[in-house]
């Protein structure tokens, strides 16, 4: 399978008043189309400012970033990204804001909209599609975000610590109903998160990032073994401590 997203000698430099400062370091790795991948480091390494440089929202100070094996400089069309907050407009229904970005971008048609009918039905929330974002659940507001995001067909999703504003309970089952969206659509994505076991859950792989300057420390490969992967499944497996102990300590939590 070839790669989708190539990232290579990625680096952010800030200045200073006392010089210059070195966030990231020649980050490199790649991602297959379909994958998801887990990215994780210590708190303040540069998780959300590597996730920004790739989605366009932050320039780099060197290195490239290819999707599809084409340059990317800037914000492209290929990359959809989810924040913490869903960021729903409260004042339009659920159908308008799950078009809110093909209007952005311009497209909205009889075809875009016939595509987000179909999402929309597929996962459950067209007979909410006339309610206000404030009649539904935490957990249903973040599917209707990811709907939302996937309406305008990206090709690359990002997700920066997309469940850490919600409850521990609804964050589980969210977590599940998103990651089954996404292999359902063959969604390649990266998410941000300082949760290990949520990293492990969902991932194929997962990128562990050094303290500053931030470079790769390793990238392990995650497998269950399961027919059927599922992130609620995921936790009980007896390989799940395995690879939450591995990574734990990479992380350096002690010091």
Known sequence: MEDILTIQKVTKTYQAKNGELEAIRDVSFSVKKGEFISIIGPSGCGKSTLLSIIAGLEEKTAGDIWIEEEPIQGISEKIGYMLQK?????????????????????????????????????????????????????????????????????????????????????RLMVTKDVYDILKNENMTTLMVTHDISEAISMADKVVVLSNRPTTVKKIYDIDFEMEKRDPLNCRKSHKFSQYFDCLWKELDVHG
């Not at 929309?120 to 209707?144: A, I, T």
């Open 86 to 170: 869903d960021s729903l407009l409260e004042w339009r229904t659920i159908y308008d804001n799950v078009l809110f970005g093909l209007e952005i971008r311009g497209k909205k048609n009889k075809k875009s909209k016939a595509y987000v009918d179909t999402l929309l039905k597929k996962y459950h929330l067209y007979e909410f599609k006339d309610k206000l974002p404030s009649q539904l659940s935490g957990g249903m507001r973040q599917r209707v975000a990811l709907i939302r995001t996937l309406a305008v067909k990206p090709k690359i999703l990002l997700l920066d610590e997309a469940f850490s504003a919600l409850d521990y309970q609804t």
